[in-house]
Nanobody, 116 residues
Framework: QVRLVESGGGLVQPGGSLRLSCVVS????????MGWYRQAPGKERELVAG???????NYADSVKGRFTISRDNAKNTVHLQMNSLKPEDTAVYYC??????????WGQGTQVIVSS
């Protein structure tokens, strides 16, 4: 069974940076396209960045130019570098496959709060 463990969130001032990490265990990580998602209070979960198995990335318009997704297949890890953070980036961030079918058990997520 695949396990997803996200980390790296926290409280940061507007304009600051955070680097999120997600370790994936129990699956064929290197052959899967992966994504970072976020869910803000009262809103649906949305895909903010995706990366293919060979490293090609894509981003939601709201984060383009500020976020960078990367992966380390040797460590079964996907990262999200978030720069120039805005209050509207406040959410719980999750990783999973970039498209359906998702891994069944989502991780606990990592909370990002952007506030002065």
């Amino acid at each position: 069974q695949v396990r997803l463990v996200e980390s790296g969130g926290g409280l940061v001032q507007p304009g600051g940076s955070l680097r999120l990490s997600c370790v994936v265990s129990g699956g064929l990580f290197s052959s899967n396209d992966m994504g970072w998602y976020r869910q803000a209070p009262g809103k649906e979960r949305e895909l903010v960045a995706g990366i293919t198995s060979y490293g090609s990335s894509n981003y939601a318009d709201s984060v383009k130019g500020r976020f960078t997704i990367s992966r380390d297949n040797a460590k079964n890890t996907v990262h999200l570098q978030m720069n120039s953070l805005k209050p509207e980036d406040t959410a719980v961030y999750y990783c999973n496959r970039a498209r359906r079918p998702f891994y069944e058990n989502w991780g606990q997520g990592t909370q990002v709060i952007v506030s002065s």
